[in-house]
T-cell receptor
Framework: DAMVIQNPRYQVTQFGKPVTLSCSQT?????MYWYQQKSSQAPKLLFH???????NEADTPDNFQSRRPNTSFCFLDIRSPGLGDAAMYLC?????????????FGPGTRLTVL | QKEVEQNSGPLSVPEGAIASLNCTYS??????FFWYRQYSGKSPELIMF????GDKEDGRFTAQLNKASQYVSLLIRDSQPSDSATYLC???????????FGAGTRLFVKA
């Protein structure tokens, strides 16, 4: 089945220790997104890739970086995690065609910062 | 004013009843509207999308859109305890990359 996969599902890191979260997709979608979601809040878009074009949201901290080495994979790097970065990180994909932007989410990675 | 507003709930309905979830949005240029279901600790799952004014039905779910009032709703008929989740409303301007999500309404269906 075509799907969006995120690894790991749970990640524990120490304050200030870099961490990388990964996302892969078999949907062959041209857009990949990273969201941060905290408890009882809306998913917050951090950035997205349209093919190889990277687009950062204006309020995304510099601490967050992303890489998309190919169509299928995308990574989220948190260079120096703080306690406030503990959250669920969601990867989503979409196929931009016409007016639609239906996004499909992976299962998420729950990040804990000690 | 938030771009997408939803009542946080919880909305509590008895099993078998109709659950009505509402969402308002601020951008009149919005063209695409989505409802996602999110179980606790899980990721959002797409339920349905709607583009045109009126109703769109899919099984027990009906999405209703009124662009003039900037209002979109989701009706769940014959609610089941398994429908207990947070329902996120999401709005996209015109097929662009930015979809704005609401914070969700928590629905509790009592058996």
């Amino acid at each position: 089945d075509a799907m969006v996969i995120q690894n790991p599902r749970y990640q524990v890191t120490q304050f200030g220790k870099p961490v990388t979260l990964s996302c892969s997709q078999t949907l062959n979608h041209n857009v990949m997104y990273w969201y941060q979601q905290k408890s009882s809040q809306a998913p917050k878009l951090l950035f997205h890739y349209y093919d190889k074009d990277f687009n950062n949201e204006a309020d995304t901290p510099d601490n967050f970086q992303s890489r998309r080495p190919n169509t299928s994979f995308c990574f989220l790097d948190i260079r120096s995690p703080g306690l406030g970065d503990a959250a669920m990180y969601l990867c989503a994909t979409s196929l931009i065609q016409g007016r639609t932007d239906t996004q499909y989410f992976g299962p998420g990675t729950r990040l804990t910062v000690l | 004013q938030k771009e997408v507003e939803q009542n946080s709930g919880p909305l509590s309905v008895p099993e078998g009843a109709i659950a009505s979830l509402n969402c308002t949005y601020s951008d009149r240029g919005s063209q695409s509207f989505f409802w996602y279901r999110q179980y606790s600790g899980k990721s959002p799952e797409l339920i349905m999308f709607i583009y045109s004014n009126g109703d769109k039905e899919d099984g027990r779910f009906t999405a209703q859109l009124n662009k003039a009032s900037q209002y979109v709703s989701l009706l769940i008929r014959d609610s089941q305890p398994s429908d207990s989740a947070t329902y996120l409303c999401a709005v996209n301007r015109n097929g662009g990359f930015k979809t704005i999500f609401g914070a969700g309404t928590r629905l509790f269906v009592k058996a």
